[in-house]
T-cell receptor
Framework: DAKTTQPPSMDCAEGRAANLPCNHSTISGNEYVYWYRQIHSQGPQYIIHGLKNNETNEMASLIITEDRKSSTLILPHATLRDTAVYYCIVRVRGAAGNKLTFGGGTRVLVKP | NAGVTQTPKFQVLKTGQSMTLQCAQD?????MSWYRQDPGMGLRLIHYSVGAGITDQGEVPNGYNVSRSTTEDFPLRLLSAAPSQTSVYFC????????????FGPGTRLTVT
């Protein structure tokens, strides 16, 4: 699996957009980008995924660069409940049991 | 629809004791897995199953056994607990092997003294 690099932490003001970067420079053509988050002491929660096109759902938007070497998760209007650790994961869909490899993630603190 | 449930929520064991962590899902998912999360770290895959009767090892399988006799249940057995197994254990399920989204349970906090 391609390795991902995320900043260890970032702050965001409540009501503002939070932009979370992720580098995956060794990603291969059949690997997807997934984002999960983990709110304190809870199990991780799926947010969004993408291959090469930008994606949007009710939680967030995912912007993937044209060369696919990096991506940005956008939380359009951050709330205090969005305080969590956000994980960027790169994985081939369906390969070897669809295992997800979680790295260190980005600890996001949303401030009033 | 309860999703993924795990029991117990908390457990303290002495070194050498054995126990089973329970995991159940009511979504008829084929894929189930167990992760552990040590303090301040990401999750690491222990074992996984792509269907009833089929299991395989993840990154850190030593000291753990699993079985999958039904679609709903995927218990994790600690054979002889060690302090290094002190961790939070999460069970997850996905509709199929190829599913993008996995659903995680609330976790079991295990302390081995």
């Amino acid at each position: 699996d391609a390795k991902t690099t995320q900043p260890p932490s970032m702050d965001c003001a409540e009501g503002r957009a939070a932009n979370l970067p992720c580098n995956h420079s060794t990603i291969s053509g059949n690997e997807y980008v997934y984002w999960y988050r983990q709110i304190h002491s809870q199990g991780p929660q799926y947010i969004i995924h993408g291959l090469k096109n930008n994606e949007t759902n009710e939680m967030a938007s995912l912007i993937i660069t044209e060369d696919r070497k990096s991506s940005t998760l956008i939380l359009p209007h951050a709330t205090l409940r969005d305080t969590a650790v956000y994980y960027c994961i790169v994985r081939v869909r369906g390969a070897a049991g669809n295992k997800l490899t979680f790295g260190g993630g980005t600890r996001v603190l949303v401030k009033p | 629809n309860a999703g993924v449930t795990q029991t117990p929520k908390f457990q303290v064991l002495k070194t050498g004791q054995s126990m089973t962590l329970q995991c159940a899902q009511d979504m008829n998912h084929e894929y189930m897995s167990w992760y552990r999360q040590d303090p301040g770290m990401g999750l690491r895959l222990i074992h996984y199953s792509v269907g009833a009767g089929i299991t395989d090892q993840g990154e850190v399988p030593n000291g753990y056994n699993v079985s999958r006799s039904t679609t709903e249940d995927f218990p994790l057995r600690l054979l002889s607990a060690a302090p290094s197994q002190t961790s939070v254990y999460f069970c997850a399920s996905g509709q199929q092997v190829s599913s993008y989204e996995q659903y995680f349970g609330p976790g079991t906090r295990l302390t081995v003294t």
